[in-house]
DNA sequence: TTGTAAGCGTTATCAA
DNA sequence: TTGATAACGCTTACAA
């Protein structure tokens, strides 16, 4: 009883033993001698439109899920230079605030087969090294809601590795982002309260190193000059609960009394504001200050808060950047855009509106 | 003026012409040219522990810095078949609540060189689809914060890629795990509550396909009927802010009347539910009625809600289930292993706990 | 439509 | 300590 036709004499079985006992993965190979095919037909059968025919390509896949086969993707990305993945770069804290973002980005990605490797920077200074690590997967592309230098992106061009900033830009590089125009809903912002009488502002800052910050007090600011009316009080923040409490304090010691409003840098720290208002100091709100936010975060339209706040479209944001990138990386997306959204006014019930 | 020393006449500048115009990476080849060693030398260059010297070793470095190259982790995974990988995998509600539950698995994995490829599920339905995407990528290992059958646990096993369950577990199979003892949460939480003197108990669900949800519930009925007092109501709910405000209306239209306390499936669900008897019944919390949450999220300690609430400590429970798969998958980590924690209690201000 | 064979960029083995 | 050389598992001309 000899193998007179070898190939016929592969069982399933049989070859599941084979890889068992070499531990090893299953492989084309297998799949194309239980199929009784060339290897090369079986990866085209997971080409999508490759040609095959029907025949052949039924049997392939009876013998790949007879296998489990599934082909490695170390593998083809080795040999096709794209590897289907694509790094989220983002900044710790920034994390909080922005699991929606990812998993739009996610669910985005994975419609384009494409998914993502996480890059959580402990701090912002950590980008050096996170960036050695991105260049070793191999990533077809890169969203980045981090600080990024110049330098920086312009390695990742060097590279050839497309990105997209989230909600950052950089000042001296063409380069594609998706922002919200933070300057833009400030100045908003403040035209809806002087409109309604308010006239000696606060705010309390977020940290000094993040753009988002700057760009809303200095739209605060030149809003308030722009219409005449005295320049803020700014106190420090740290876009937390805490910050607001404290921020709140420090005003009233420096003013000695409440301002008209209180603008806050975000919504965590207007809510932290609002809290210690009511509660600590017992200020009636919105009776005799206004308090506002930024971002427009789920707890900031919860009945206890009712925020007036800019609401970001995170949403759009993130299927905006996902867009962006598929293109950039399918050699689709032209060149580098630049995509600005606008936050839009939430009404709320902690700010002196006046009629509306 | 010929070239009698091939090797010395290749520049920096020149291998990165060659490299541009044949459009590809920088190989550890391009490095062994520059440094005049073999690439098998560089290769051991970048490998931690392997015999060079350290004249070789500096000329490498140096010349893989001019040239800026970097390991493809591809082609290394293809033949080391570890691909530092990791895949986390949730369900798209739970990531929500589990940001920094993803920070601090991306910060613990980090620091072992490996990384998270993330799998966000859009319904807990589309796990099959979402292995195989799994196994294209070759993962080292596997979070799971989602539905998993003993079916797709024992596909992992077979392909011997060690999985580590979060906050799940699996009735028919010994599978590693990171938990929170939710029925003993939940018991803890009535035993508080009926020493203080409540007796008519409510609750609001967490929506049906959720385990954590049904040991909670479970623990709440059980412990009650220990204690002899009267079965809860229970109505539906789905883990979000708003089905707090209508399971209070649900349970209020039910009873016609209000119970001694509401204990609600999660924190989201307690201040939804908190907010709505505050400001649309005009309900005296915890005055006249009581309600708990469970999870001890941020908002729960906001001074608006200062929700009496058991804490999850998740971010232990991050770094234990980083910890264990980093173990099951170099190794070193022994057989399955379950870990449970304990949620601990946040009295709050939303329940009559009498004199503590 | 199919099979042959040449890579992709590493690590691992084994002499030297 | 070093350098050839053989994998790893796939895609892609090219020839049949």
Sequence with gaps: MTNSTPQLSHTIADIKAIIQRES?????????????????????????????????????????QDLDYT????????????????????????????????SELSRQFSVRGMHIILFNLPSES??????AEVWQHQ????????????????EFERRRIPIVLFNRSLADRAVSAVVCNQEEAARAMVTRLAAAGHQRFAMIDGP????????????VARRLEELGLPAPLVVAGAFDYASGARGLRD?????????????????LMAIGCLDSARHDFNIDVPGRLSVTGFDGIAAASWISYNLTT???????????AAEMLVGLVSGTGGAHERRTYSATFVGGGTARLGPA
Tied chains: 1, 2.
């Design 24 to 64: 090893r993965r299953v492989t084309s190979y297998d799949v194309a001698i239980l199929a009784g095919v060339s290897q090369s037909a079986v990866s085209r059968c997971f080409k999508p439109g490759a040609s095959v025919s029907k025949a052949t390509y039924a049997r392939v896949m009876q013998a790949a």
């Design 71 to 102: 082909p490695n993707a170390a593998a083809r990305s080795l040999i096709t230079r794209r590897s289907n993945l694509v790094a989220v770069i983002v900044a710790g804290a920034v994390s909080q605030h922005y699991s929606d973002v990812l």
């Design 126 to 131: 950590a980008m050096e090294r996170t960036l």
């Design 139 to 154: 990533v077809d592309g890169a969203v980045v809601a981090a600080r990024l230098s110049g330098e920086q992106a312009a």
């Design 208 to 219: 000094g190193h993040s753009p988002i910050a700057q760009q809303r007090k200095r739209g």
């Design 251 to 267: 005003i009233i010691d420096r003013l000695g009394g409440v301002p008209d409003v209180i603008v806050c840098g975000n919504d």
């Design 310 to 320: 800019m609401r970001q479209p995170l949403h759009s944001m993130a299927h905006a």
